[in-house]
């Protein structure tokens, strides 16, 4: 749900609350459009900016039963970082199980078996 930061920012950004445009969105969006769907429809309908269209749609998905990107059930939001390395499957493998490798993986671990189902 969102916050009271974003509450008055989407207020001040748009000049409609947030309980506004809860209701704006439950009349006029689709449940069957996909998020970047319901993102451009705020856009081409409201005429805010594709930032806030983003931001809109992304908070109104709850409303959907959609839970957006990053968002885990335990965790909050969650962000990632990924890296293609040019290696073969087996020296990752290697690497990511040596004792540095894991380190960097898991955190510090005295041990840590490398088992299916461990």
């Not at 009349?27 to 319901?38: A, D, G, K, T």
């Not at 968002?71 to 890296?83: F, L, P």
């Not at 087996?90 to 040596?98: D, F, G, M, V």
Request: aromatic share 12%; charged share 20%.
């Amino acid at each position: 749900m969102p916050g009271a930061l974003f509450k008055e920012n989407i207020r001040m950004e748009t000049g409609i609350t947030w309980e506004e445009w809860v209701v704006k969105l439950q009349r006029s969006v689709n449940e069957l459009w996909s998020h970047e769907e319901i993102r451009d429809h705020i856009c081409r309908c409201y005429g805010v900016s594709g930032e806030w269209g983003e931001w809109l749609a992304a908070m109104y998905a709850p409303y959907l039963g959609r839970t957006p990107v990053g968002v885990t059930k335990d965790a909050g939001v969650q962000i990632g970082v990924r890296k293609t390395a040019a290696i073969s499957v087996p020296l990752a493998w290697n690497y990511l199980t040596s004792r540095e490798g894991l380190a960097l993986w898991i955190g510090s671990v005295s041990a840590f078996p490398l088992e299916k189902g461990a």
